[in-house]
């Protein structure tokens, strides 16, 4: 496998979450973004093209061999056209990719039609190819590395779904003249049969009868502060209500938040 540079793929703020989403809205957001991104990078192979897109943001259509005019972003945006930043990083790819090709020809060596997800990634790294997407792609392959927390969705990923989700909303609201605050058409929800426990970035944990601010942030995949800021205002959040200890400390019940995720 190839190796990718972490330090070249650190973490930074695009944005602050809007508190407008409800948490189910989140959850459903940021579950299926990561399941996208966990789908193509568990790929056998991606050609040039297919890495161009996908490090760009954009879903490759099947069999393409260019890049297209338009097509729909990894995170269910729609686009018309080709003028706009992703499809411009994914040219500007390709047209490296190019330069590679040339190298290749003159020094008489076959330049691959394949890589593995991970040799285009550190290839891009190679190139000083830097994207958002890219980053999001590194969060996802390091945080299915990690055996002790396969349900933990990195919160990298959680944080640019609950934003492109948002953003999703408020031009789906805009073309049908419904409520800017509607749940994006493109964020399935989860399968029925599967248990409310799992239905957060990390499952709930088990034989627990509380848990703390911070853990009900991770479940639910949004901002502790957030969480705080709504407790101060209305004594609960989205109707879970928390013992306070004398310390301060909030406690949050656990059948409360599971019966909150069943909402979903």
Request: aromatic residues 6%; proline residues 8%.
């Amino acid at each position: 496998m190839a190796t990718i540079d972490r330090r070249r793929l650190s973490q930074r703020s695009d944005g602050v979450m809007t508190n407008d989403q409800t948490p189910q809205e989140r959850i459903a957001a940021g579950r299926q973004l990561y399941a996208v991104l966990k789908d193509h990078l568990e790929r056998r192979a991606w050609t040039p093209v297919e890495g161009a897109l996908l490090l760009s943001g954009i879903q490759p259509p099947a069999g393409c061999t260019q890049i297209p005019i338009g097509g729909t972003g990894l995170d269910g945006r729609e686009f018309a056209s080709a003028a706009n930043d992703r499809f411009h990083s994914a040219v500007r790819i390709m047209d490296l990719w190019q330069v590679r090709c040339d190298d290749d020809e003159e020094n008489g060596e076959i330049t691959p039609t394949e890589l593995t997800p991970y040799e285009f990634i550190a290839w891009c790294q190679e190139m000083s190819i830097e994207t958002d997407w890219m980053r999001l792609f590194f969060e996802v392959a390091d945080g299915s590395s990690r055996s002790d927390r396969p349900d933990l969705i990195p919160a990298a990923v959680a944080e640019y779904a609950a934003r492109a989700a948002e953003t999703i909303g408020a031009i789906q609201a805009a073309l049908t003249g419904g409520p800017s605050g509607s749940a994006p058409a493109a964020a399935p929800l989860p399968a029925e049969g599967e248990p409310a426990a799992r239905r957060g970035p990390i499952p709930i944990p088990e034989n627990r009868e509380h848990v703390s601010t911070d853990e009900l942030a991770a479940i639910l995949a949004v901002d502790a502060q957030s969480i705080r800021k709504r407790y101060s205002q209305t004594g609960s959040y989205h109707g879970v209500r928390p013992t306070k200890l004398p310390s301060r400390r909030l406690l949050w019940p656990v059948e409360a938040i599971k019966a909150l995720l069943r909402r979903v």
